[in-house]
Every structure is written in structure tokens, then in C-alpha cells.
């Protein structure tokens, strides 16, 4: 089995920053993408940012220049530096892995989510 458990979520002032952490764990062969997805309240899941196993990245238009995605490949995890918060990302923000099982094709796995509130 593969888990995904992410870290790092609470309740942040407008402008201020926080780093969340996701980390796959299980017989995992090799991970091909990692990201983050956010749903807030009422509205549908969307893409944060996600990088590559080759290290390139995307990002969504409303965080490009804010949020920084990063990857440590030796501890299978993925970091997202928030920065500049606003009250409109208030989100569950849920950590994204397309891994590789030994024996087996690529499957998408997904965390079970962490709290961002953006408030003061």
C-alpha cells in the first residue's frame, strides 16, 4: 500500500506564510508527479501546483508568485511554501502522488487533506 500524509496546515493572518509537507510512504517504485489540490468550502477540488519528476513545475494563476512547490525525491516528499496568504485561499489542501508500485502501472494516490484558514 501507498499512503500520503500531509502536515502543516492551521490558521494564518492575511500576508503571512506557511510551508505544508506531504509525505508518500508504502512499496512505492518510483513517484512520476507530485501536488497539491485545494477545495474550499462549496466549490470543487482544483490544482495548486505540481512538479515532476524532472523537477518542473506548474502552478495555478492565482498562486503563481506566492506559492513555491518543491521536491526531496530521497524522502519521497513534497513541500508548499505559501506566501502572502489571502482569505481566498482558505482551503482543505490535499497532497497528490502518481507513484509506481513494485509490479504494478501508475496509480494516483491522495492524502487526507489539511486545514489552511487564511483569517484574522
Known amino acids: 500500500q501507498v499512503q500520503l500524509v500531509e502536515s502543516g496546515g492551521g490558521l494564518v493572518q492575511p500576508g503571512g506564510s506557511l510551508t505544508l509537507s506531504c509525505a508518500a510512504s508504502?512499496?512505492?517504485?518510483?513517484?512520476?508527479?507530485m501536488g497539491w489540490y485545494r477545495q474550499a468550502p462549496g466549490k470543487e477540488r482544483e490544482l495548486v501546483a505540481v512538479v515532476i519528476s524532472g523537477g518542473g513545475t506548474n502552478y495555478a494563476d492565482s498562486v503563481k508568485g506566492r506559492f513555491t512547490i518543491s521536491r526531496d525525491n530521497a524522502k519521497n516528499t513534497v513541500y508548499l511554501q505559501m506566501n502572502s496568504l489571502k482569505p481566498e485561499d482558505t482551503a482543505v489542501y490535499y497532497c497528490?502522488?502518481?507513484?509506481?508500485?513494485?509490479?504494478?502501472?501508475?496509480?494516483?494516490?491522495w492524502g487526507k487533506g489539511t486545514l489552511v484558514t487564511v483569517s484574522s
Open positions: 497528490n502522488g502518481e507513484i509506481r508500485r513494485f509490479g504494478t502501472s501508475i496509480m494516483t494516490y
Open positions: 508504502g512499496s512505492i517504485f518510483s513517484i512520476n508527479a
